[in-house]
């Protein structure tokens, strides 16, 4: 069965991007971007929300036509493209680039979903991804702390309604300073 998997970066004080929507704080370096792109790159579904869908469709189609551009811009850009994708919004009403669009979250098509043979489904975006946790639908957390403490911005986790028992199945850290936190749904 697929799972369905919350990927998201963070600075070490649990911000997603500063108060102005800045992402300047975060690093990576080639490891880090090679273990992201294969990560992704064997993924089935991309899932995000409006303003993430947008703001990844205002960017990564081109991305690689520079050809100054950086190996994993090319690398992602053309992994972004090719890889099937769900937005979820209300307001949307049209989506390029493999793009499905979803009115409404409806866990028991999500779950019939991950009954289909491929790779694991992914979810971008804290909105996205807590409205997924309401739903009880995220069965792995890959959390990537960044090395910065930036003070404010938007948190990742706002105060959820219920408590999380997770399994930490993994750490990695990357020559950058990024630490990678994996965890599974249920204590063990």
């Avoid at 739903?135 to 105060?159: N, T, W």
Wanted: hydrophobic fraction near 40%; charge should be negative.
């Amino acid at each position: 069965m697929r799972k369905i998997v919350l990927m998201m970066s963070v600075s070490v004080d649990g911000f997603i991007e500063g108060p102005n929507r800045e992402l300047d704080w975060s690093s990576g370096g080639d490891e880090f971007h090679e273990h992201v792109d294969e990560l992704l790159g064997a993924m089935s579904v991309f899932i995000n929300g409006r303003v993430v869908y947008q703001l990844m469709a205002d960017y990564w189609p081109t991305a690689d036509s520079d050809p100054a551009c950086a190996p994993h811009v090319a690398r992602f850009a053309h992994i972004w493209r090719e890889m099937p994708k769900m937005v979820f919004s209300r307001t949307l009403t049209r989506a390029d680039w493999n793009t499905t669009i979803h009115r409404e979250i409806v866990p028991a098509q999500l779950r019939e979903l991950q009954l289909q043979p491929g790779g694991d489904m992914v979810v971008g975006g804290a909105e996205l991804g807590a409205a997924f946790m309401e739903h009880d639908l995220i069965d792995e957390y890959r959390i990537y702390v960044h090395p910065a403490v930036i003070g404010r911005g938007r948190p990742l986790f706002r105060c959820p309604d219920k408590k999380l028992a997770l399994h930490l199945a993994e750490t990695r850290g990357f020559g950058s300073g990024v630490v990678l936190l994996r965890y599974e749904r249920g204590a063990q």
